[in-house]
């Protein structure tokens, strides 16, 4: 038997890859393409139907997504009244993939404007209770150009 060196870090993973808990991850993979163009991976279900593990791509980072399990204490943001996580995601065009999130279900929490910062930014909640944003860096901001320019709006110290 020919064995091949296991790589510690996979190739497609990074360092940091999100794993959501989601009611109906099989939607939420339907949903994440239609939105960002994810391109599924993989899907590990369980004799019941539910997503006990499944991976898709977004650009090029993986996201990872489970069923809600209650029974095993995995529950969603929907089941948890809300999330306290923001998904960030770096696109080329925040406008068109923004207007894509929105046209597949999402819904707009932060309209897009150009920021302090120098991205053209803005946030949507998923169908499934999570929270993205999203951005496209329009201008270089030097960090104390953004301190000045917090400042100016009355932003607390």
């Known amino acids: 038997m020919t ?3 296991v790589k510690p870090i996979p190739d497609g993973m990074h360092s940091l890859t999100p794993h959501l808990v989601c ?3 099989a939607q939420a993979i339907d949903f994440y393409k239609a939105a960002f163009g994810a391109v599924e991976h993989m899907r590990l279900p369980t004799a019941h139907g539910k997503l006990m593990h499944a991976a898709v791509q977004i650009g090029n980072s993986m996201l990872m997504l489970v ?4 029974e095993w204490g995995c529950l ?3 089941a948890l009244s809300r999330s306290p996580v923001t998904i960030h995601l770096q696109v080329e065009n925040v406008d068109a993939v923004f207007a894509q999130a929105v046209a597949a279900g999402a819904s707009v929490t932060m309209p ?3 920021m302090f910062w120098g991205d053209r930014y803005g946030q949507v909640r998923d169908p499934f209770g999570h929270n993205w944003s999203i951005a496209t860096h329009t201008r270089n901001v030097s960090p104390a150009e953004m301190v000045k320019a917090m400042a100016s709006m009355g932003a607390p110290a």
């Open 67 to 70: 069923d809600e399990m209650p």
């Open 3 to 5: 064995t091949t060196p």
């Open 76 to 78: 969603g943001p929907q």
């Open 23 to 25: 009611a109906g991850a």
């Open 112 to 114: 897009i404007a150009d």
